[in-house]
């Protein structure tokens, strides 16, 4: 079977000039409850901020499910392209395509297998684990489909061959069991031109709840360019992640990237906030989408808000940054990251 690698494809970093960002709009489901809830009206609220935050710099496209798109089209406003297809969540991270291009004017994406995170005892998936290859048509992309169960939100690559990685989202017996590490890693470097993995052990506490993804690496860790990666990092000794931080930047200022450097670490210090509703919260800065021009920053009405857009436009000089308010994103499990999923132009 022909790989995209082979053909000459690869996963751009995410700072390469994007065509669009794709977005799914927030149905009725175990994570947002019912049909004019608070819950998933608060959801659909903020989506909507988050899109119309993109929209500023680049085009957006929401996908709704059917009978969805008046009340969408109401909250999104003008600009923003809309399509129906059935969906089960919203988070167009993990159930689109991974988008890859040739460098000569080519399209293509990685239709990974999901299967609800692990197939979590809330979640149902059959039509989301459709949705990577609708969204691949829609966009013209030729499709590379893959056996391995993947998400969006568990891969960042520094697009010069490094990928970083989860032990316990690929390696999860629930996504893929009996794959050995090396398997996983010829497959992931096979559908993303990339040709070495770092591993990280685990991820944030909070992501190993109900809710949470076991792992995501989108919240812990992200290139900012190669050979330069920024670590959520939880300054607060008494939060699990205290520890949890300290270990992974160790391990990821030990690591060298595909093309030997040796890994710059930047410190992105967690908000204050380490608790809603008196559980823990893994509130991450991390979880941000990059467009053209453009930063989409998760904001939680903190005073390390401003901290961090500072240090996110000393990262990126060249970008203007957009705080909005994430809280109600994190408290359904991810983030504006994990919502949003960028097309790069061919």
Same mark, same amino acid.
């Given at each position: 079977?022909?790989?995209?690698?082979?053909? @000459?494809?690869?996963?751009?970093?995410?700072?390469?000039?994007?065509?669009?960002?794709?977005?799914?709009?927030?149905?009725?489901? !175990?994570?947002?409850?019912?049909? =004019?809830?608070?819950?998933?009206?608060?959801?659909?609220?903020?989506?909507?901020?988050?899109?119309?935050?993109?929209?500023?710099?680049?085009?957006?496209?929401?996908?709704?499910?059917? *009978?969805?798109?008046?009340?969408?089209? !109401?909250?999104?406003?003008?600009?923003?392209?809309?399509?129906?297809?059935?969906?089960?969540?919203?988070?167009?991270?993990?159930?689109?395509?991974?988008?890859?291009?040739? @460098?000569?004017?080519?399209?293509?994406?990685?239709?990974?297998?999901?299967?609800?995170?692990? !197939?979590?005892?809330?979640?149902?998936?059959?039509?989301?684990?459709?949705?990577?290859?609708?969204?691949?048509?829609?966009? @013209?992309?030729?499709?590379?489909?893959? %056996?391995?169960? +993947?998400?969006?939100? *568990?891969?960042?690559?520094?697009?010069? =061959?490094?990928?970083?990685?989860?032990?316990?989202?690929?390696?999860?017996?629930?996504?893929? %069991?009996?794959?050995?590490?090396?398997?996983?890693?010829?497959?992931?470097?096979?559908?993303?031109?990339?040709?070495?993995?770092?591993?990280?052990?685990?991820?944030?506490?909070?992501?190993?709840?109900?809710?949470?993804?076991?792992?995501?690496?989108?919240?812990?860790?992200?290139?900012?360019?190669?050979?330069?990666?920024?670590?959520?990092?939880? %300054?607060?000794?008494?939060?699990?992640?205290?520890?949890?931080?300290?270990?992974?930047?160790?391990?990821?200022?030990?690591?060298?990237?595909?093309?030997?450097?040796?890994?710059?670490?930047?410190?992105?210090?967690?908000?204050?906030?380490?608790?809603?509703?008196?559980?823990?919260?893994?509130?991450?800065?991390? +979880?941000?989408?990059?467009?053209?021009? *453009?930063?989409?920053?998760?904001?939680?009405?903190?005073?390390?808000?401003?901290?961090?857009?500072?240090?996110?436009?000393?990262?990126? %000089?060249?970008?203007?940054?957009?705080?909005?308010?994430?809280?109600?994103?994190?408290?359904? @499990?991810?983030?504006?990251?994990?919502?949003?999923?960028?097309?790069?132009?061919?």
């Amino acid at each position: 079977m022909p790989t995209p690698a082979a053909d @000459g494809f690869r996963m751009p970093p995410e700072w390469a000039p994007h065509e669009r960002t794709w977005m799914a709009w927030p149905g009725p489901n !175990a994570t947002f409850g019912a049909e =004019g809830g608070e819950t998933l009206t608060a959801a659909r609220a903020a989506w909507a901020a988050v899109a119309r935050a993109v929209r500023q710099y680049e085009p957006v496209t929401v996908v709704a499910g059917p *009978g969805q798109l008046t009340g969408a089209r !109401a909250l999104l406003g003008a600009g923003i392209d809309l399509v129906e297809r059935p969906l089960d969540d919203a988070w167009m991270r993990d159930i689109g395509p991974t988008f890859l291009t040739d @460098g000569t004017g080519r399209l293509a994406a990685v239709d990974w297998r999901f299967n609800g995170w692990g !197939a979590q005892e809330w979640a149902i998936w059959d039509h989301d684990a459709k949705i990577a290859e609708q969204v691949a048509d829609l966009a @013209g992309a030729r499709r590379y489909a893959t %056996p391995l169960v +993947n998400e969006g939100g *568990g891969i960042h690559v520094d697009g010069e =061959g490094t990928v970083l990685l989860t032990e316990t989202v690929q390696l999860d017996p629930g996504r893929n %069991p009996g794959r050995t590490k090396e398997e996983v890693e010829a497959e992931i470097h096979a559908h993303l031109g990339t040709t070495k993995a770092i591993w990280l052990p685990r991820g944030l506490s909070a992501d190993y709840g109900r809710f949470g993804t076991r792992g995501h690496v989108d919240i812990v860790a992200a290139f900012a360019r190669p050979g330069v990666v920024m670590l959520h990092t939880q %300054p607060d000794p008494a939060h699990p992640d205290h520890a949890v931080c300290r270990e992974l930047g160790a391990l990821l200022r030990a690591s060298t990237d595909a093309r030997g450097r040796r890994l710059e670490v930047v410190e992105v210090p967690a908000p204050t906030v380490i608790e809603a509703d008196g559980e823990p919260v893994d509130y991450s800065y991390l +979880n941000h989408l990059q467009c053209n021009g *453009g930063i989409v920053l998760c904001a939680f009405d903190d005073p390390r808000d401003a901290e961090a857009a500072a240090l996110f436009r000393r990262l990126f %000089p060249g970008r203007t940054v957009t705080l909005v308010d994430a809280r109600t994103i994190f408290a359904a @499990g991810g983030g504006i990251h994990c919502i949003t999923q960028q097309q790069p132009a061919a």
